[in-house]
DNA sequence: CTATATCCGGATATGTAGTATCCGGGTTAT
DNA sequence: ATAACCCGGATACTACATATCCGGATATAG
């Protein structure tokens, strides 16, 4: 059971996506080099991302990509979904049915405990990832992570952003 | 986001072990054809269960495996980390000490949100697994499946088991 | 209109899970 | 005592998923 490194990445972005202002774009490179990446393996997650509706595209030039509704709106389970696949973790490969031992396929009818068990398990894991949205990772930000951490970045994006609608904002709710 | 195969496998075969009477023992290939699964491959996964105290094995002939304790006393959660292994399926790679906008190292005390949310997840996950034991799974045949199941199911392992210390039990409790 | 910067999709490598086969060590029934 | 049987580990091979790279399409800025 594992989880492939993209999901690790695509949160992150999404996390400095949801902490621009909503109209401002970032390209996947900027992303990519932000957070030391590869840049063609974190373009292929937000493509992903792209096509489940999370993030929208902008072609051409100065263009990126951007969050395509609320940062409060989507959560975090959205995100792995979106690069992971909607496929359960675990596949019932309906073992009852092969061997000497199995009748007509048609007597199946409840899917056996143990498929259950794991689907049960899966459930809570997914309601857990869906409680929290990605504007409680951007609220986060402010609280726990060292201030110097953080104007650092807020200067290192500024000067390779292109000319946007608003400057970065700072967070002025301290 | 995947599990093995193996880990069916091992579910299903530790609870024919444990419908059985506590001292038969099965050997690993009977396992494997009742199932219709590869014996070399659950031979693997059988080992693992060994080498975590779940099963234990009885060499020489007429030997095989046996559960190493009750079947209440083992959760879905043991077969399932013996097999798949420990660790955690969501790997945090820092990637926030990576790219220019790093600080140093020691300034980041707390874990970041993402992995912090992550992990809380998968500790749902697994306290569910670990709600469920491996008797309940097999209290679960009696009411769950096919009677016609069980009893070809029976007839068949009984041709197929040496003579055991007590005979293959048909449940009582209807 | 041209050039640049960006996204998008297919093609390529690398790694991990799954499969099969073999031989040695140890134990039990005959 | 002997032979049959079973686990345990090592090895080699295949298939699939993950990770990586590169060229084409497209829209914007000047």
Redesign the interface.
């Known amino acids: 059971?594992?989880?492939?490194?993209g999901?690790?990445?695509a949160?992150?972005c999404c996390?400095v996506l949801g902490a621009l202002p909503p109209e401002q774009t970032i390209p996947s490179s900027v992303l990519a080099?932000?957070?030391?990446?590869p840049s063609a393996y974190l373009a292929k997650q937000m493509q992903a991302l792209s096509r489940a509706g999370i993030v929208q595209s902008v072609p051409g030039r100065n263009g990126g990509y951007k969050l395509a509704r609320a940062a409060d709106d989507i959560s975090?389970l959205d995100v792995?979904l979106a690069v992971?696949g909607p496929?359960p973790?675990?596949?019932?490969?309906e073992?009852?049915q092969?061997?000497?031992?199995?009748?007509a396929p048609a007597?199946?009818v409840?899917p056996?405990?143990?498929?259950a068990?794991?689907w049960?398990?899966?459930e809570?894991?997914?309601?857990?990832?869906d409680a929290?949205t990605l504007g409680?990772?951007v609220s986060?930000?402010d609280t726990?992570v060292?201030p110097?951490?953080t104007e650092?970045?807020i200067i290192?994006?500024s000067q390779r952003l292109g000319p946007a609608t608003t400057p970065v904002n700072t967070p002025e709710k301290s």
């Not at 080099?33 to 990446?37: C, L, N, R």
């Not at 973790?89 to 490969?93: E, G, I, S, V």
């Open positions: 059971m594992r989880l492939g490194d999901v690790e990445w949160l992150h996390t080099e932000f957070h030391g990446v975090i792995v992971e496929e973790a675990f596949r019932c490969t073992v009852r092969q061997g000497p031992s199995a009748v007597r199946y409840k056996c405990g143990i498929a068990a794991m049960r398990a899966e809570v894991f997914r309601q857990e990832l929290t409680d990772l986060e930000l726990g060292d110097e951490q650092k970045a290192w994006l």
